[in-house]
Protein backbone atom coordinates (compact mmCIF):
# COMPACT_ATOMS: atom_id res chain seq x y z
CA UNK A 1 0.00 0.00 0.00
CA UNK A 2 2.92 2.53 1.11
CA UNK A 3 5.04 1.91 -2.46
CA UNK A 4 1.30 2.36 -4.36
CA UNK A 5 0.90 5.70 -2.56
CA UNK A 6 4.49 6.24 -3.26
CA UNK A 7 4.29 5.85 -6.98
CA UNK A 8 0.73 8.02 -6.91
CA UNK A 9 2.92 11.01 -5.25
CA UNK A 10 6.09 10.89 -7.41
CA UNK A 11 7.93 9.33 -10.06
CA UNK A 12 10.89 9.84 -12.66
CA UNK A 13 11.75 8.90 -16.08
CA UNK A 14 14.29 8.99 -18.62
CA UNK A 15 13.66 8.95 -22.15
CA UNK A 16 15.53 9.06 -25.49
CA UNK A 17 13.78 9.29 -28.80
CA UNK A 18 15.88 9.08 -32.28
CA UNK A 19 12.69 10.53 -34.27
CA UNK A 20 10.54 13.61 -34.15
CA UNK A 21 8.17 13.71 -31.49
CA UNK A 22 6.16 16.58 -30.00
CA UNK A 23 3.46 15.95 -27.43
CA UNK A 24 0.02 15.39 -29.06
CA UNK A 25 -2.38 15.92 -26.38
CA UNK A 26 -4.10 19.33 -24.20
CA UNK A 27 -1.67 19.18 -20.86
CA UNK A 28 -1.63 20.53 -17.49
CA UNK A 29 -2.40 18.51 -14.60
CA UNK A 30 -2.17 18.68 -10.79
CA UNK A 31 1.41 17.86 -9.95
CA UNK A 32 4.80 19.57 -10.08
CA UNK A 33 6.92 18.63 -12.98
CA UNK A 34 10.49 18.82 -13.61
CA UNK A 35 12.10 18.93 -16.94
CA UNK A 36 15.99 18.45 -17.90
CA UNK A 37 17.27 18.15 -21.05
CA UNK A 38 19.78 15.76 -21.24
CA UNK A 39 20.63 15.88 -25.18
CA UNK A 40 19.20 17.36 -27.90
CA UNK A 41 17.14 20.38 -28.54
CA UNK A 42 13.16 20.98 -28.05
CA UNK A 43 10.93 24.04 -28.09
CA UNK A 44 8.81 24.38 -24.33
CA UNK A 45 5.50 25.74 -25.02
CA UNK A 46 4.20 27.24 -21.39
CA UNK A 47 1.34 29.07 -21.68
CA UNK A 48 1.38 32.07 -23.62
CA UNK A 49 5.20 31.67 -24.48
CA UNK A 50 7.68 29.48 -26.44
CA UNK A 51 10.78 28.79 -25.09
CA UNK A 52 14.10 26.73 -27.30
CA UNK A 53 15.76 24.50 -25.09
CA UNK A 54 19.38 22.95 -25.83
CA UNK A 55 21.35 20.24 -23.66
CA UNK A 56 21.40 20.87 -20.02
CA UNK A 57 18.10 23.28 -19.80
CA UNK A 58 16.43 22.88 -17.03
CA UNK A 59 12.22 23.81 -16.39
CA UNK A 60 10.37 24.16 -13.38
CA UNK A 61 6.41 23.93 -14.17
CA UNK A 62 4.13 24.50 -11.37
CA UNK A 63 0.60 22.68 -10.74
CA UNK A 64 -1.73 23.41 -13.59
CA UNK A 65 -0.06 25.37 -16.14
CA UNK A 66 -0.90 24.53 -19.76
CA UNK A 67 2.39 23.28 -21.34
CA UNK A 68 4.02 21.14 -24.42
CA UNK A 69 7.04 19.92 -25.39
CA UNK A 70 7.89 20.01 -29.12
CA UNK A 71 10.05 19.63 -31.91
CA UNK A 72 12.89 21.51 -32.95
CA UNK A 73 16.31 21.02 -35.00
CA UNK A 74 17.78 17.51 -34.53
CA UNK A 75 15.50 15.64 -34.22
CA UNK A 76 16.49 13.27 -31.99
CA UNK A 77 16.54 14.30 -28.07
CA UNK A 78 16.85 12.69 -24.39
CA UNK A 79 14.84 14.07 -21.33
CA UNK A 80 14.32 12.79 -17.96
CA UNK A 81 10.76 13.91 -16.38
CA UNK A 82 9.95 14.21 -12.99
CA UNK A 83 6.19 14.46 -11.60
CA UNK A 84 5.44 14.71 -8.26
CA UNK A 85 2.46 15.81 -5.42
CA UNK A 86 2.87 18.45 -2.62
CA UNK A 87 2.13 15.93 -0.04
CA UNK A 88 5.67 13.95 -0.91
CA UNK A 89 7.47 17.34 0.38
CA UNK A 90 5.43 16.65 3.50
CA UNK A 91 6.81 14.84 6.40
CA UNK A 92 10.23 15.42 4.73
CA UNK A 93 13.14 13.39 6.73
CA UNK A 94 14.57 15.03 10.04
CA UNK A 95 11.03 17.19 9.99
CA UNK A 96 12.74 19.71 7.31
CA UNK A 97 10.12 21.99 5.83
CA UNK A 98 11.55 24.41 3.30
CA UNK A 99 9.76 26.59 0.87
CA UNK A 100 11.14 27.64 -2.65
CA UNK A 101 10.26 31.45 -4.29
CA UNK A 102 9.45 29.39 -7.47
CA UNK A 103 7.21 27.36 -6.22
CA UNK A 104 4.12 30.66 -6.28
CA UNK A 105 5.29 31.61 -9.95
CA UNK A 106 4.36 29.41 -13.11
CA UNK A 107 7.24 27.99 -14.32
CA UNK A 108 11.35 28.40 -13.40
CA UNK A 109 14.16 28.19 -16.73
CA UNK A 110 17.15 27.56 -15.97
CA UNK A 111 20.53 27.54 -17.63
CA UNK A 112 22.81 25.71 -15.13
CA UNK A 113 26.74 25.83 -16.32
CA UNK A 114 28.53 22.66 -16.81
CA UNK A 115 29.29 22.05 -13.22
CA UNK A 116 25.83 22.71 -12.45
CA UNK A 117 24.88 20.10 -14.69
CA UNK A 118 26.83 17.85 -13.11
CA UNK A 119 25.77 18.00 -10.23
CA UNK A 120 22.24 17.92 -11.43
CA UNK A 121 22.45 15.16 -13.22
CA UNK A 122 24.43 12.95 -10.84
CA UNK A 123 21.08 13.38 -8.74
CA UNK A 124 18.86 12.53 -11.24
CA UNK A 125 20.53 9.61 -12.06
CA UNK A 126 20.24 8.53 -8.42
CA UNK A 127 17.25 9.04 -8.56
CA UNK A 128 16.21 6.59 -10.93
CA UNK A 129 18.43 3.98 -9.85
CA UNK A 130 16.12 4.07 -6.42
CA UNK A 131 13.14 4.26 -7.88
CA UNK A 132 14.69 0.78 -10.24
CA UNK A 133 15.60 -1.20 -7.51
CA UNK A 134 12.53 -0.65 -5.18
CA UNK A 135 15.07 -0.61 -1.97
CA UNK A 136 14.09 -0.72 1.58
CA UNK A 137 13.60 3.19 3.44
CA UNK A 138 13.36 3.96 -0.08
CA UNK A 139 10.45 7.13 0.57
CA UNK A 140 12.50 8.85 2.46
CA UNK A 141 15.64 8.94 -0.08
CA UNK A 142 13.72 9.73 -2.50
CA UNK A 143 12.70 12.57 -0.08
CA UNK A 144 16.12 13.82 0.26
CA UNK A 145 17.13 13.39 -3.04
CA UNK A 146 14.34 15.40 -4.52
CA UNK A 147 15.14 18.07 -1.73
CA UNK A 148 18.33 18.37 -3.09
CA UNK A 149 17.08 18.79 -6.24
CA UNK A 150 15.22 21.93 -5.15
CA UNK A 151 18.00 23.46 -3.26
CA UNK A 152 20.18 23.06 -6.54
CA UNK A 153 17.64 24.92 -8.74
CA UNK A 154 16.84 27.62 -5.83
CA UNK A 155 20.77 28.34 -5.63
CA UNK A 156 21.24 28.62 -9.63
CA UNK A 157 17.97 30.75 -9.75
CA UNK A 158 19.84 33.04 -7.02
CA UNK A 159 23.13 33.15 -8.95
CA UNK A 160 21.34 35.99 -11.13
CA UNK A 161 22.39 34.60 -14.36
CA UNK A 162 19.72 35.36 -17.39
CA UNK A 163 17.01 32.60 -17.56
CA UNK A 164 16.16 31.19 -20.45
CA UNK A 165 14.66 33.92 -22.57
CA UNK A 166 11.14 33.31 -24.69
CA UNK A 167 11.50 33.15 -28.91
CA UNK A 168 10.36 36.34 -30.31
CA UNK A 169 10.94 36.25 -34.09
CA UNK A 170 8.45 37.69 -36.26
CA UNK A 171 5.86 34.95 -36.43
CA UNK A 172 6.03 34.22 -32.68
CA UNK A 173 5.49 38.02 -32.12
CA UNK A 174 2.14 37.42 -34.04
CA UNK A 175 1.43 34.09 -32.31
CA UNK A 176 1.74 35.98 -28.83
CA UNK A 177 -0.96 38.31 -29.88
CA UNK A 178 -3.53 35.66 -31.42
CA UNK A 179 -2.83 34.05 -27.99
CA UNK A 180 -3.66 36.87 -25.90
CA UNK A 181 -6.80 37.44 -27.90
CA UNK A 182 -8.36 34.45 -27.16
CA UNK A 183 -7.27 34.38 -23.60
CA UNK A 184 -9.54 37.44 -23.34
CA UNK A 185 -12.23 36.16 -25.57
CA UNK A 186 -12.70 32.70 -24.74
CA UNK A 187 -15.73 33.13 -23.02
CA UNK A 188 -17.12 34.18 -26.55
CA UNK A 189 -18.04 32.06 -29.92
CA UNK A 190 -14.80 32.07 -31.65
CA UNK A 191 -14.42 31.97 -35.30
CA UNK A 192 -11.69 31.25 -37.46
CA UNK A 193 -13.25 33.75 -39.88
CA UNK A 194 -12.56 36.64 -37.33
CA UNK A 195 -9.44 35.64 -36.32
CA UNK A 196 -8.33 35.73 -39.96
CA UNK A 197 -9.46 39.23 -40.32
CA UNK A 198 -7.95 40.54 -37.04
CA UNK A 199 -4.53 39.46 -37.41
CA UNK A 200 -4.62 39.40 -41.54
CA UNK A 201 -3.72 35.66 -42.19
CA UNK A 202 -5.50 33.22 -44.18
CA UNK A 203 -7.44 30.67 -42.04
CA UNK A 204 -4.76 27.89 -43.47
CA UNK A 205 -1.55 29.88 -42.75
CA UNK A 206 -3.38 31.00 -39.69
CA UNK A 207 -3.97 27.44 -38.33
CA UNK A 208 -0.78 25.94 -39.57
CA UNK A 209 1.39 29.00 -37.79
CA UNK A 210 -0.36 28.70 -34.58
CA UNK A 211 0.20 25.06 -34.79
CA UNK A 212 3.65 25.04 -35.43
CA UNK A 213 4.27 27.30 -32.50
CA UNK A 214 2.21 26.12 -30.03
CA UNK A 215 1.70 22.28 -30.61
CA UNK A 216 -1.81 22.98 -30.40
CA UNK A 217 -4.51 23.75 -32.63
CA UNK A 218 -6.56 27.13 -31.94
CA UNK A 219 -10.14 24.73 -31.38
CA UNK A 220 -7.57 22.57 -28.94
CA UNK A 221 -6.05 25.44 -26.99
CA UNK A 222 -9.82 26.87 -26.70
CA UNK A 223 -11.07 24.01 -25.05
CA UNK A 224 -8.31 23.87 -22.53
CA UNK A 225 -8.25 27.38 -21.44
CA UNK A 226 -12.40 26.93 -20.90
CA UNK A 227 -11.41 23.60 -19.05
CA UNK A 228 -9.12 25.45 -16.79
CA UNK A 229 -11.12 27.92 -16.10
CA UNK A 230 -14.64 25.25 -15.57
CA UNK A 231 -12.02 23.17 -12.92
CA UNK A 232 -11.34 26.97 -10.97
CA UNK A 233 -14.67 27.91 -10.51
CA UNK A 234 -15.83 24.26 -9.69
CA UNK A 235 -13.26 24.41 -7.19
CA UNK A 236 -14.16 27.67 -5.23
CA UNK A 237 -17.56 28.34 -6.14
CA UNK A 238 -20.77 27.01 -6.25
CA UNK A 239 -22.63 27.89 -9.53
CA UNK A 240 -23.97 25.18 -11.25
CA UNK A 241 -22.31 23.10 -14.09
CA UNK A 242 -24.85 24.54 -16.59
CA UNK A 243 -24.02 27.94 -15.63
CA UNK A 244 -20.06 27.88 -15.74
CA UNK A 245 -20.77 25.99 -19.13
CA UNK A 246 -22.32 28.84 -20.82
CA UNK A 247 -19.78 31.32 -19.07
CA UNK A 248 -16.67 29.95 -20.11
CA UNK A 249 -17.62 29.45 -23.98
CA UNK A 250 -19.72 26.38 -24.50
CA UNK A 251 -22.49 26.38 -26.58
CA UNK A 252 -24.22 23.26 -25.00
CA UNK A 253 -23.83 21.05 -21.40
CA UNK A 254 -23.61 17.81 -23.31
CA UNK A 255 -20.59 19.67 -25.22
CA UNK A 256 -19.01 21.04 -22.21
CA UNK A 257 -19.07 17.60 -20.39
CA UNK A 258 -17.87 15.86 -23.57
CA UNK A 259 -14.73 18.74 -23.48
CA UNK A 260 -14.48 18.64 -19.99
CA UNK A 261 -14.02 14.87 -19.75
CA UNK A 262 -11.71 14.21 -22.70
CA UNK A 263 -9.24 16.58 -20.78
CA UNK A 264 -9.73 16.25 -17.28
CA UNK A 265 -10.08 12.33 -17.42
CA UNK A 266 -13.58 12.65 -15.16
CA UNK A 267 -17.48 14.67 -15.47
CA UNK A 268 -17.63 18.13 -14.34
CA UNK A 269 -19.97 16.75 -11.27
CA UNK A 270 -17.12 14.14 -9.89
CA UNK A 271 -14.57 16.71 -10.47
CA UNK A 272 -16.06 19.26 -8.17
CA UNK A 273 -16.46 16.40 -5.51
CA UNK A 274 -12.67 15.60 -5.60
CA UNK A 275 -11.79 18.94 -5.26
CA UNK A 276 -13.69 20.86 -2.20
Given at each position: MQEEKQEFQFYVEQIKRAGAFS????????TYEIYYLLAGERNYYINNLVYSLRQGDLIFINRN???R????????????LINFRQEFLQGMPGGIELTFPFFSEQCLLLRP????????ENILFAMLKEQQEQCTQQ?????????QMLIQ?????ESARAAIAPANNEKQRKVYDILEYLRAHYHETVKLEELSERFYL???Y????FKQTTGFTIVEYLNTIRVQEAQRRLREGSDSVTRIAEDTGFDSIAHFGRVFKGIAKRSPLQYRKQNR
Open positions: MDTDHFHDELHTMAKGTVRHERIDVHEQGRILPYLQSLLMMNRIRSIPLCRL
